[in-house]
């Protein structure tokens, strides 16, 4: 396994990623560089993306390297019955970074311990997604001028949102209080509870998305029940318009409350809420580039 692989946030620790956040501003100021001139990344989706392949991509192209992978497994010999392990094999053959996302929980970790090649988590499952982690702390920090002391409250499907499960992760070191808004079938998962209680983090449970939690809040973090995780579709039928935020329930929440969503949104955000300037979801996307320019650097050792 090589040491620069990401693939739980918790793979790196405070140090690290105030180091990694500084990379990012600094890149945002100077997307294009020769810095990858002669590296070879390949981004290899077992699942559906736009947001985490397209950025990272561009990421490897602003930095003058080259591209090669996959966005349907469908059209690769994973389909005629390649062993993931043999797929990895391959593919460290010809690039010098692997970035994979599938489906499977593990599946990440599994590939960083079958190769030498640095491999960056690009979502597994409903385990983890560290690089989305980097972007969500990016800006939060630019948005609110801290990491520290945040009241940062999680709605929608924190069950299988991979995105939440890492975030709350990377901010045990920032003191922060969480809110967990979702239906009992969607509850954030006792082990991320348990995460809470021992390291110190206050959090709080509701099924309501009260005036009293939306007014208190510096994060919102909206999530999309995602069908795709679903065996029983009736469940998903129930539970996928629970919650919903739209602008009038913005109307007394803090001047600096700024509402984040990893994206895809289905119609858990009204298209009201879009022009509101709390509304901050296209250009936390927009980080995505500058987060992840500095976490293929960091996979292969280079300073920037
Ligand atoms: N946020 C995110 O992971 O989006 P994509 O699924 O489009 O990559």
Redesign the pocket.
């Known amino acids: 396994m090589n040491q620069n692989s990401l693939v739980s946030i918790s793979d790196i620790g405070r140090d690290e990623i105030l180091r990694l956040l500084e990379m990012a501003r600094r890149f945002e100021e100077n997307p294009n560089r020769d810095t990858l001139a002669g590296k070879v990344v390949a981004t290899l989706f077992f699942?559906?993306?736009?947001?985490?392949?397209?950025?990272f991509e561009t990421a490897v192209n602003r930095l003058g390297g080259r591209v090669i992978g996959f966005s349907d497994a469908g059209t690769t010999s994973s389909s005629k019955g390649e062993t993931l392990k043999d797929t990895i094999k391959m593919v460290s053959n010809y690039a010098d970074l692997i970035i994979m996302?599938h489906y499977l929980e593990g599946a990440a970790r599994y590939a960083s311990e079958v190769t030498e090649t640095p491999v960056i988590n690009?979502?597994d499952g409903a385990n983890q997604?560290p690089s989305?982690t980097m972007l969500d702390l990016y800006s939060i920090y630019k948005t609110q001028g801290t990491l520290e002391n945040l009241t940062i409250t999680m709605v929608g499907d924190l069950k299988y949102g991979r995105?939440v499960h890492s975030l709350l992760m990377a901010m045990r070191y920032f003191n922060p209080t969480f809110r967990f808004v979702a239906c009992d079938e969607l509850a954030m998962p006792r082990e991320y509870m348990d995460f809470c209680d021992k390291n110190g983090i206050r959090y709080s449970v509701h099924r309501d998305f009260s005036p009293e939690v939306i007014n208190t809040s510096d994060i919102i973090y909206m999530t999309r029940v995602q069908r795709e995780r679903f065996t029983d579709i009736m469940e998903y039928e129930r539970v996928k318009d629970l919650y919903s935020l739209n602008n009038a329930m913005l109307a007394d929440s803090r001047d600096n409350l700024r509402i984040l969503h990893?994206?895809?949104r289905v119609n858990e955000i009204a298209q009201d809420v879009d022009d509101n300037p709390k509304a901050y979801y296209f250009e936390q996307?927009r980080n995505?580039l500058y987060a992840r320019q500095a976490l293929i650097c960091r996979a292969l050792g280079i300073e920037a």
Do not use: I, K, N, Y
């Open positions: 699942e559906p993306s736009t947001r985490t392949r397209l950025s996302r690009a979502g997604h989305q995105t990893p994206l895809p996307a995505g």
